[in-house]
């Protein structure tokens, strides 16, 4: 189940990512619309190595700034049984 999780929230942070680098945003940019001033704080959760990740509150200001939907952040869930 840990592993599911883990994957799952890969796959948030690379999604987040393919979009902050299709709109020309900065690690940086991204990390001020967060509420941080530093780009160390997304640059912490896109290599995913310091067990941080985007919470419900972070997708909710990235979706809103890039003018998407939250569920375009978030994978499908597959049954990994299947």
């Known amino acids: 189940m840990e592993k599911n999780i883990d994957k799952f929230l890969d796959e948030i942070v690379l999604k987040v ?28 959760i896109e290599t995913r190595k310091h067990d941080v990740s985007y919470n419900l ?9 890039f003018d998407i939907e939250v569920t375009d952040l978030i994978p499908h869930i597959q049954d990994p049984k299947k």
């Open 17 to 44: 990512k393919e979009e902050r680098v299709k709109r020309n945003i900065s690690q940086l940019a991204l990390a001020q619309i967060l509420g941080h001033k530093s780009p160390n704080y997304v640059a912490k």
């Open 57 to 65: 509150s972070h997708l909710y200001k990235i979706a809103f700034e």
